[in-house]
């Protein structure tokens, strides 16, 4: 079962950028389904952006054109590169990796977005 290490959180204004990263552990990850959750106080958990093992992504209406999701299969790394960033993306980021059925979670990171 793969270790997933979430960095790049922050407090920004709102129009600035950030990237977070998702670090994992283990020997293979390049099968992995990568994804992205962000959950803010007292909202359910949500789906922000994901990427398939061949690259293919998806993202939330909501971040589509300011959020992109990428991964780095030699670093084992998987980014989301935020920009424009509005005081509603405000929650915490939660790395998520998919594989025959199996999820992993990482401990999240706190993005702050202030008007």
């Known amino acids: 079962q793969v270790q997933l290490v979430e960095s790049g959180g922050g407090l920004v204004q709102a129009g600035g950028s950030l990237r977070l990263s998702c670090a994992a552990s283990g020997s293979i990850f390049s099968p992995y389904a990568m994804a992205w959750y962000r959950q803010a106080p007292g909202k359910r958990r949500e789906l922000v952006a994901s990427?398939?093992?061949?690259?293919?992504?998806n993202y939330a209406d909501s971040v589509k054109g300011r959020f992109t999701i990428s991964r780095d299969n030699a670093k084992k790394t998987v980014y989301l590169q935020m920009n424009s960033l509005i005081p509603e993306d405000t929650a915490v980021y939660y790395c998520?990796?998919?594989?025959?059925?199996?999820?992993?979670w990482g401990q999240g990171t706190q993005v702050t977005v202030s008007s």
């Open positions: 998520k990796a998919s594989l025959m059925g199996r999820d992993s």
């Open positions: 990427i398939t093992s061949a690259g293919g992504t």
